[in-house]
């Protein structure tokens, strides 16, 4: 099947990793989205167009590898989870791919072929090798360009917190998966970062009488589960874990993040955080959550989800009440295991 086929336009723009040539941008029309201005925030908190420069731009430095060390273990452990379920899958996508770190662990018996979508065209232009037959393809993660039913396999690593409308990508993931497809996902969970948050705040309360938001808003676990329903998927599994790393400092965590392209875009962010409170806020930082080393810890929580496109062969849970044994009486195993014994 040719991969221009598998689009919802045939216009739309694609570069074959195999082949190592750049055709043309795609670029889903906007239309359907809210406009982008700091006006429409309450509805869209995220400058898209800015996390795209901002990811461009980290793709860009000398030595991007050199920040790629969170992205490249949350990558490896949604991989894990592909292996985890003992079968092949012939097309697979990667929503919000970066560099392509997921696809450095993957392999040809898991999956045979791979779609790499990521906003930002620097990203794509430098993805790490992979013995996966792989697609790059420009699109917004929010807007999917391809037809229904497409793939065996949906995962995301660490892209879609920066979403505007995270109902509507979750619906788009869902619409492009085959009946029994998968969707296996990694995003930032609400207690991220909560170290520079809170030392930001409190530098602004004490030197500018107020704060504004640094740090971007997080969907809650007890939603997410809830989300993913609503999108359609089922046999969900959602869990949680974190990653701390240690730093010489504040200003360290904040050109870490930078590097990664994970700088703030919210509409509502403040441009400009003078001297003394970014050295009031280091200082805090320190004094708060500093190690005996001098080093200071910064917390990533990360959620991880799995989600199922329903297909009639599915195993289903039992209907209520139809259980023939009782909780009660697995109390009496031992029992009955003594008895056999003898």
Known sequence: ??????????????????????????????????????????????????????????????????????????????????FDIARTFP????????????????NKETVEKLFQVDMAENALKNTMETEIPTV????????????????????????????NDLPRAF?????????DGVFIGAMFG???????????????????GGFSPHISPFVDVTDLGH????????????????????????FEVMEDLQGMGESNCSWNRKPILHRETMLAAAA??????????????????IYYMIGWKFQESQARPARRGSATVSFGDLAKINEFISGEKK
């Open 284 to 301: 805090i930082y320190q004094e708060m959550y500093g190690s005996n080393d001098g080093s200071v810890p910064a917390t990533f929580q």
């Open 1 to 82: 099947m040719r991969a221009a086929a598998l689009l919802r336009e045939p216009g739309s723009f694609l570069r074959g990793a195999s082949s190592g040539c750049w055709c043309r941008r795609f670029w889903v029309a906007s239309g359907e989205a809210a406009a982008a201005s700091p006006g429409s925030g309450a509805r869209t908190p995220f400058d898209r167009e800015l996390k795209r420069k901002q990811k461009n731009w980290a793709a860009l430095q000398p030595e991007p590898a050199k920040y790629d060390y969170l992205r490249e273990e949350v990558g490896g452990r949604v991989a894990d989870r592909v």
């Open 91 to 106: 097309l697979a996508l990667d929503v919000g791919c970066g560099s392509g770190y997921i696809a450095q662990y993957l």
């Open 136 to 163: 790059s393809v420009v699109a917004d993660e929010e807007f999917l360009p391809f037809k229904e039913d497409t793939f065996d396999l949906v995962v995301s690593s660490l892209s879609l917190h920066w979403v």
């Open 227 to 250: 989300l993913l329903g609503r999108a359609g998927f089922n046999t969900l599994t959602v869990d949680t874990d974190e990653i701390q790393v240690n730093y010489p400092g504040m």
């Open 171 to 179: 619906r788009e993931i869902h619409q492009v998966l085959k009946p």
């Open 190 to 208: 609400g207690e991220t970062l909560y170290e520079l948050r809170c030392s930001l705040q409190l530098a602004e309360l004490e030197r500018e």
